[in-house]
């Protein structure tokens, strides 16, 4: 069955696409967005006896009746795992959500590798359902290297920054 934050990403892709209509069916749960007429889709999560439903709703552009398998929705794969040192310590993201460097697009970004940081120190931001979470570092050290790119979509638990703890 897919996760609710699973659902969310598959909303905001099929929002900011063409697709109309979307189906996904797997060990009896059956997932259906459709973009409707009035230009909001329905979307629509059933498992198997007994049903259980809910229904989410997002603002949609155009309609268009398309049918898209899972895999051409789903997020990009994370990067190559970076090289496991067990001295060095992994800022994950806590969400799904866009990985922000910086505040605004015309200012420096918050850490570059090579920057000491503190446990409090704000390294990035991690856009989630227009909500914009600052990430603290959450220990104090040496940023050794940035995993992820400026605009990125990253996943719960994935890893965005290296540092080498003091």
């Known amino acids: 069955m897919l996760k609710i934050q699973e659902i969310r990403e598959i909303i905001k892709l099929i929002d900011q696409s063409s697709i109309a209509k979307f189906s996904y069916e797997s060990e009896g749960a059956k997932l259906e967005l459709k973009k409707g007429d009035d230009q909001r889709p329905a979307v629509i999560v059933e498992t198997a006896p007994p049903v259980q439903q809910e ?3 997002a603002q949609v552009k155009k309609p268009e009746e398309v049918i898209v398998p899972l895999q051409e929705t789903s997020v990009a794969p994370e990067a190559a795992t970076p090289t ?4 060095l310590h992994k800022i994950v993201s806590p969400m799904v959500g866009t990985f922000y460097s910086a505040s605004s697009p015309d ?16 390294v990035c931001i991690v856009e989630a359902m227009k909500l914009f979470n600052e990430i603290e570092a959450e220990v104090s050290g040496e940023i050794v290297e940035v995993l992820v790119k400026d605009g990125q979509l990253v996943e719960y638990g994935q890893p965005l920054f290296l540092v080498k703890a003091n």
Do not use: C, F, T
């Open 84 to 87: 496991e040192d067990p001295s």
């Open 107 to 122: 200012v420096p970004a918050y850490v570059q590798n090579g920057d000491k940081v503190k446990p409090e120190a704000i």
């Open 55 to 57: 229904v989410a709703v």
